[in-house]
């Protein structure tokens, strides 16, 4: 799902923020179970008198997430850092570096765009080392590295990207008192899942809740589905390969998992209601039959945002619960992790900026942002411990336990393609049209923007 674009100034992550250095520090340092010793080499760096600004996505809480995160960062460098989040994000950097005024850091809410500016020559390569320091220390390291390579403007490719909060999408949501009172377990691979799909039909019930229905954005739940179906099935070679459309998306690997999803969404005894109603079902009420008496559904394939829609005072961790939507045994592919993330880069350089990102290499960055909400990371090195709340504890066990990593296709597609043909092709789909010439029609659209 892309960020509205909204009318904006150029220059507006240079005039306006917070000092950081000011703002509320609300860990004690050297208390609790944080990470404090691994400031300790930039307590040796003096960025005083130095100011760096950050522009980023963010607005409301998160906004104050990350201006305590850069707190402690502006404590230990003597640096004034100033934050400035806004809906505009994606229009707004670019008018900013065309204008020669961009901020020293950006943090851009999907790496395409990042790739854009990097090939314009409007970033700066990270320090040598990041990309060992990565493989290293983040779960399914070589992921997050790729994530972060782009050419710059000679067509060399660099890594420019470091990626800093992260979002998880291969999730399978579920009633544990409904599980436990049928008697059924969770399953550990994809072979289990559709045998606990048909079991449960077997025994009388219905095992999905699924509804594609988004207003002007119907259709994109779906190509999550697809996406988790790529990484179950190819190799993830093959699914980057789709992503840029060096295969077609008419080929049979695509339509297999195309089809894939179809093994959940076109049976009529499989989905609550019927698979007439997925497409017309919107997705915010789709898990509701969950938590119905007697239940109307036993899963609900969905992302770590959906509890926002579950009825009120649904408790996560006692009414509701999640598994990782599993991988085949039999393919042999790992654990792969579909989800998105905010990229880090360097959109005007400066000692400080490299300092920064050097910063977030640290436990405690992660750790900080940990103990307020909302945050999840591959760093292995962090304290989970320091998650304020158990369920954001175990989203991230899932993400620590990937052994691949992959963004979200259609936000990395041409906008015509994933925010508009891939979205209507799974509603035709999904309505019973065949997977191949959906395919086809998709592949057509990403032709005619080339």
């Avoid at 067509?155 to 059924?184: H, I, M, Q, R």
């Avoid at 039999?330 to 990229?343: N, Q, R």
């Amino acid at each position: 799902m892309r960020t509205m674009l909204l009318a904006g100034t150029a220059g507006l992550a240079l005039t306006a923020g917070m000092a950081h250095a000011e703002a509320h520090m609300p860990f004690a340092k050297g208390e609790g179970g944080f990470s404090w010793g691994s400031l300790s080499a930039l307590e040796g760096t003096d960025l005083s008198g130095q100011q760096l600004t950050v522009f980023g996505p963010w607005l409301g809480p998160d906004q104050g997430f990350v201006e305590v995160v850069l707190s402690y960062f502006a404590d230990a460098t003597g640096a004034d850092v100033r934050y400035v989040g806004s809906d505009n994000f994606e229009q707004q950097i670019m008018v900013d570096a065309e204008a020669g005024s961009a901020p020293n850091v950006a943090v851009f809410p999907q790496p395409g765009l990042a790739s854009d500016m990097a090939s314009r020559g409007f970033l700066t390569p990270l320090d040598d080392g990041t990309a060992e320091w990565i493989k290293e220390n983040y779960a399914a390291g070589q992921s997050w590295v790729d994530l972060g390579t782009y050419a710059d403007k000679d067509g060399e490719d660099a890594l420019f990207g470091f990626f800093y909060k992260v979002d998880v999408k291969s999730l399978v949501w579920y009633s544990p008192e409904n599980f436990e009172d049928a008697g059924y377990e969770i399953p550990e691979t994809m072979e289990e899942l559709k045998a606990l799909t048909q079991q449960i039909v077997d025994d009388g019930a219905t095992p999905w809740c699924i509804g594609l229905g988004s207003g002007g954005a119907t259709g994109w739940p779906a190509t999550d589905w697809v996406e988790d179906m790529m990484l179950r099935t190819q190799l993830p070679e093959v699914y980057d390969q789709w992503v840029s459309n060096e295969i077609p998306f008419n080929d049979e690997r695509v339509v297999n998992a195309i089809e894939e999803f179809g093994f959940f969404a076109r049976n009529d005894a499989y989905v609550a209601g019927g698979a007439g109603v997925v497409a017309s079902t919107d997705f915010r009420d789709s898990p509701k039959g969950l938590f119905d008496s007697p239940p109307q559904c036993y899963m609900h394939r969905q992302a770590s945002f959906i509890p926002a829609f579950f009825p009120e005072g649904t408790e996560v961790g006692l009414d509701a619960d999640f598994f990782y939507f599993p991988a085949y045994a039999e393919k042999d592919l790992g654990k792969p992790v579909l989800g998105a993330g905010t990229v880090w880069a360097i959109t005007n350089d400066s000692p400080a900026a490299h300092s920064l990102i050097q910063f977030l290499q640290t436990p405690l960055a992660h750790e900080l942002w940990m103990a307020q909400s909302g945050f999840l990371t591959p760093h292995m090195g962090a304290n989970t411990d320091m998650f304020a709340d158990p369920t954001q504890k175990a989203l991230n066990d899932v993400l620590l336990g990937a052994t691949t990593f992959r963004f979200d296709a259609s936000d990395l597609m041409p906008g015509g393609v994933g925010a508009g043909a891939f979205w209507t092709g799974m509603v035709d789909y999904a309505g019973g049209k065949d997977a191949g010439e959906v395919a086809t029609a998709i592949q057509n659209s990403w032709n005619s923007l080339k």
